[in-house]
């Protein structure tokens, strides 16, 4: 039962930018807490991509970038590349469930 | 660098319980929380719940009933319970360890469960 909204897809050409929504309320994302994003390459785990609103582990490209702002995230890409072809969710934490962490519908990627 | 991998048995018969163990190598299990999450072929992610190593627990309140986690320190391991299972609870299950700020920083390569008779 996914509280954070994405939009289904998004498509881009080579080199372009692209954006990801991901929409939560006042319990989660519009109470303060922080986001954060993953990648699914096909028939792999999720990997963190950007933890705590807009942080890049170690070995992500700066290609990626997040940001918050009231009760909505989002996630950049630009310089668009034919390997960033995946599916992309938003997490964040929801004090109405009992300490748990939420996650977005998801967001499929397609380079064009 | 810390692996996590899951085990368990890939065909559950609808009724029963469905127990899953997670092994952490190349780290301590000590001072984390660790979690479950689950992802139905073709759908999104669900947070299953998490456990510290305290043995606290926390779980989705749509699945709390019928989960139980615990953790064995000295085996570093940890562990899922979810009974009464139907064919909704068939996904590719993950674990992963939890940061401060709740975010899911490893991963487990996951395991499918299929719950059929």
């Known amino acids: 039962q996914s509280v954070l909204t994405q939009p289904p897809s998004v498509s881009g050409a080579p080199g372009q930018r692209v954006t990801i929504s991901c929409t939560g309320s006042s319990s989660n994302i519009g109470a303060g807490y922080d986001v954060h994003w993953y990648q699914q390459l096909p028939g792999t785990a999720p990997k963190l991509l950007i933890y705590?609103?807009?942080n890049r582990p170690s070995g992500v490209p700066d290609r990626f970038s997040g940001s918050k702002s009231g009760t909505s995230a989002s996630l950049a890409i630009t310089g668009l590349q034919a390997e960033d072809e995946a599916d992309y969710y938003c997490q964040s934490y929801d004090s109405s469930l009992s300490g748990g962490a939420v996650f977005g519908t998801g967001t499929k990627v397609t380079v064009l | 660098q810390v692996q996590l991998q899951e085990s368990g048995p890939g065909l559950v018969k609808p009724s029963e319980t469905l127990s899953l163990t997670c092994t952490v190598s190349?780290?301590?299990?000590?001072?984390?929380?660790w979690s479950w999450i689950r992802q139905p072929a073709g759908k999104g992610l669900e947070w299953i719940g998490r456990?510290?190593?305290?043995?606290?627990?926390n779980y989705n309140p749509s699945l709390k009933s019928r989960v139980t986690m615990s953790v064995d320190t000295s085996k570093n391991q940890f562990s899922l319970k979810l009974s009464s299972v139907t064919a909704a609870d068939t996904a590719v299950y993950y674990c992963?360890?939890?940061?401060?700020?709740?975010?899911?920083?490893?991963w487990g390569q996951g395991t499918m469960v299929t719950v059929s008779s």
């Open positions: 190349g780290g301590s299990i000590s001072s984390y929380y």
């Open positions: 705590g609103n807009s």
């Open positions: 992963a360890r939890v940061l401060v700020l709740h975010a899911f920083d490893i």
């Open positions: 456990i510290y190593t305290s043995g606290s627990t």
